[in-house]
């Protein structure tokens, strides 16, 4: 009689190195989300953009940044503040997304 355990095969478990892989992903965007969150700030913030409107502009921002082929959007602070404001000014009461100086 043959000893049961000589039947049967060690298999890999391949779930410990999916779990790791997809960890490792959600740290990955995590990170791109922060930097992309970081840099609509800053953006933001050097074109007078009034802070109520940053987290708005920032979530835009990090759309663009995902669909972009090199993973980030670069151009003109302001124009992409304006291109998001035309896109979106429909949904507040305010003529302008810039601070004004009253």
Known sequence: ??????????????L????M????????????EEHC???AKEIA???NLSPDYY???AEYYTELCRESDEGYFFC???????DWWDQNKYL????????TIK
């Not at 507040?92 to 601070?99: A, E, H, L």
């Open 1 to 14: 009689m043959r000893n049961s355990h000589e039947n049967h095969q060690i298999i890999d478990n391949p």
């Open 16 to 19: 410990p190195n999916q779990i």
């Open 21 to 32: 892989y997809e960890l490792d992903n959600l740290f990955i965007n995590e990170k791109f």
């Open 37 to 39: 969150i970081d840099r």
């Open 45 to 47: 913030q050097d074109n």
């Open 55 to 57: 987290d708005y502009f």
């Open 76 to 82: 003109n602070g302001k124009d992409v503040i304006n």
């Open 92 to 99: 507040y009461d305010d003529q302008t997304p810039y601070i």
